[in-house]
């Protein structure tokens, strides 16, 4: 047996055995794991694939051991003080009084928007998935690693973030007041619209499972589709791609707060922690020699 093969199947194994024993294992792990290693083992081209989309399983394996020390543990959780920040700085004046656009939305909406709503935050991750193998099928894979491993970067700027200052979404806000319960469920907020629109509790099944909703700041669904955008600029890919990757991003960005799931406060610093992720990888950690030579080792090995 090949080194490569008994280091992923060993690495499969011991995952699946310590998010059982441990953390919790759910059906998505179960399939990113049998999903990763059909890529791995189906075909040469689908192997090398397989390895430029392994940041993604690491960001998904990370966000969900967070579980295990929960943010609240470190730092107080927000709920109240960024409330009144939102209503402060983008409050809306109505006839019951001001409303923080989260409350506006949630009394003004329309099954157009909900379904647009719910098709832009469909593409959150699969957006930038989508372009690593669009561009990994285009011959640039050396973009499609960049892209790889500067999400997951990102993420974990965004996840220091969740950290440093732990706060609950508007939706816990509006609906449970400014007391923090850690019993609370997941919940799809405005997102359970579409669900009822198209019949099929697509988000509600996502959120059930939800490792944290005290961990709203900063917005990573404000993230994913900015760092495709940006590497679908400066890769210089086809205009119709990038056009459609710069409306899915607006798109993601007014759905956070349409939905009640982010203030717009979240949504800045999410791009915020886009910005920093992307000059720390391109502009330092690119220039670090041994940091370099890895991602070129990298590149080598998936092209």
């Not at 790889?148 to 939706?171: Q, T």
Request: proline fraction near 5%; include cysteine; hydrophobic fraction near 50%.
């Amino acid at each position: 047996m090949k080194t490569e093969t008994k280091i992923v199947l060993s690495a499969t194994i011991i995952f699946l055995l310590f998010q059982w024993l441990v953390v919790g294992l759910i059906p998505a792990q179960v399939l990113m794991a049998f999903l990763f290693n059909l890529l791995f083992f189906a075909h040469p081209i689908t192997k090398k694939l397989a390895v430029t989309l392994l940041p993604f399983v690491l960001f998904e394996i990370s966000y969900d051991w967070m579980r295990l020390y929960p943010n609240y543990l470190v730092n107080d959780i927000d709920i109240q003080n960024i409330y009144d920040t939102e209503k402060k700085l983008f409050g809306i004046s109505t006839t019951n009084g001001t409303l923080i656009p989260c409350e506006y939305f949630a009394l003004h909406n329309s099954a157009i928007a909900d379904l647009l709503a719910g098709l832009f935050y469909l593409c959150w991750v699969p957006g930038p998935i989508f372009l690593v193998i669009y561009m990994f099928f285009q011959g640039q894979r050396n973009w499609a690693t960049h892209l790889s491993v500067a999400f997951l970067l990102v993420n974990f700027v965004g996840f220091s973030g969740y950290y440093i200052h732990p706060a609950s979404p508007p939706w816990y806000a509006i609906n449970y007041g400014f007391t923090p319960d850690f019993s609370t469920p997941g919940n799809a907020a405005g997102l359970a619209r579409f669900d009822e629109l198209i019949g099929i509790p697509v988000f509600t099944s996502i959120y059930v499972n939800n490792s944290n909703i005290f961990a709203a700041v900063p917005s990573l669904h404000a993230a994913y589709m900015t760092i495709a955008t940006f590497y679908a600029f400066i890769s210089r890919q086809r205009r119709w791609l990038t056009t459609t990757c710069c409306i899915i991003t607006l798109g993601i960005w007014w759905t956070a707060v349409y939905t009640c799931h982010h203030y717009i406060i979240d949504v800045l610093l999410g791009i915020l922690t886009t910005i920093i992720g992307l000059t720390l990888f391109e502009g330092v950690l690119m220039h670090i020699h041994p940091i370099k030579r890895f991602m070129n080792r990298y590149i080598n090995y998936v092209s």
